[in-house]
């Protein structure tokens, strides 16, 4: 908590009007979701300016508005002179020196975890921390918010936890840098290094070396690493031992593995070694991608002391955010596995792969662009396409600009069902008109192709 002079003092903001005493709990910039209480910051995304939202917010109970940019006339503050208004040159940098300040003001007790990675970002925070919550009162990144706004907010909602299970993401160098000196992370975690944004920057060692920047803001290098992607395992292998690694894997000696996997429909189950201990473990979602999230939870837990039965527990009632492989079954018993809010070539393959666990039943992958590949397109493309082929999916449905290249490479190798449609309609037409009781049906794609409106 702070003061409303302790908030001009660390944001040089200018007070309008108000109270220096006024306390200033949970900040916020959603006015649909502001409680009584909260102090409210406006923010400018995109064509919305959140500032001109400061009198929703009052309605709401805010007793403190932080805003930027906007002209307020003498009548309307007079509406509301018992409110206090401060305004800031850029409210997203105050909301930043806000986070900074409150995480370093909360040192000794919370712990931060910090989770980046080319996919798997959002899932493996959420099992991580499920397992956490069964010992400490815990905090997490809502939904993905991870970049240079959703991080100071989820570190400004900030109440009495213990620990802040954190998401950061990327999409140039010095992303992850400015995140981690806000949220400066106890232990880090990094999933994977795959090809998401590689058109930014450049080639995979590029990416592996923008996530490792999550380090800058550690006093204590410590990381968990996924011991079976080549190249964490090569860093790993060269690290000097100034940091402090932490593996988990199926492939590579680790110190948390797996054995024993039976991938099943909408669940897997797998024996769990925790050091010296092994447990048999069931995930909830089916997939090898999520044997691979649970064996980092479980590895998170044990360095916090967590017991294993605790991470069991954590691991085996975890739920998924939405739109993260969320099973939708329709009216005409047809299954749709929404996983449109990003995609990979990484993450497609580990859709794929899911997709092919149904059994006795057709299945279909509808599939759109991967943003952010820059001269790459092509290339990844044709790979995805690759992967279809040497699957034993039946129906592949393309559309989008790059997505020509999924099919082309697709139809090279293959004698499936293939189609290309230029519209979204054609593909929800397909859907009303094509589709068979019991059909399984994946959709994919990055999140601005909005495939997340054919379920």
Known sequence: MLTVKQVIEITNAKMLQGNLEDECR????????????DTFIGIKTGDIDGSNFWEEAFKKGCKVAIIQDI????????????????????????????????????????????????????????????????????????????????????????????????????????????????????????????????????????????????????????????????LLHKWNSENNKTIEIHTFGMENKSEVWAENVELQENSSKFLCHIGEEAVEMTVPVGGIHFVYNALCAALVGKILGISVEKIKEGIEKFELTKKRMEIIKKENDV????????ASLESIRAAIQYLEGYKGHRKIAILG????????????????????????????ICSGENSKYIVEEAKKSSDKEIYYYETKEEIKEYLKNQTKPQDIVLIKASNGMKFYELC
């Not at 105050?94 to 996919?119: C, E, H, M, P, Y």
């Not at 299954?335 to 990003?342: E, G, K, L, R, S």
């Not at 662009?369 to 592949?396: C, M, P, T, W, Y």
């Open 71 to 230: 002209d307020i006339d003498e009548k309307s503050m007079e509406n509301w002179k018992d409110r206090t208004i401060l305004i800031v040159e850029d409210t997203i940098v105050a909301a930043q020196k806000l986070a900074t300040f409150i995480r370093l003001q909360n040192d000794k007790k919370l712990k931060v975890i910090a989770i980046t990675g080319s996919v798997g970002k959002t899932s493996t925070k959420d099992m991580v921390a499920s397992v956490v919550s069964k010992q400490f009162k815990t905090l997490k990144t809502k939904a993905n918010y991870n970049n240079h706004i959703g991080l100071p907010f989820t570190i400004l909602h900030l109440e009495d936890e213990e620990v802040a299970v954190v998401e950061m993401g990327m999409n140039h160098f010095g992303e992850i840098s400015l995140l981690t000196n806000i949220a400066k992370p106890d232990l880090a975690i990094i999933t994977n290094i795959g090809t998401s944004h590689i058109g930014n920057l450049g080639s995979r060692e590029n990416i592996l070396k923008a996530k490792l920047e999550i380090l800058e803001g550690m006093d204590k290098k410590e990381i968990v690493v996924n011991n079976d992607n080549d």
């Open 335 to 342: 299954t749709i596995i929404n996983d449109a809010y990003n």
């Open 26 to 37: 949970v900040f916020s910039y959603d006015t649909r979701e502001l409680r009584p209480q």
């Open 369 to 396: 662009d991967i943003f952010e590949l820059g001269e790459h397109a092509e290339k990844i493309h044709r790979q995805v396409g690759q992967v279809v082929a040497n699957s034993n999916i039946d129906v592949l």
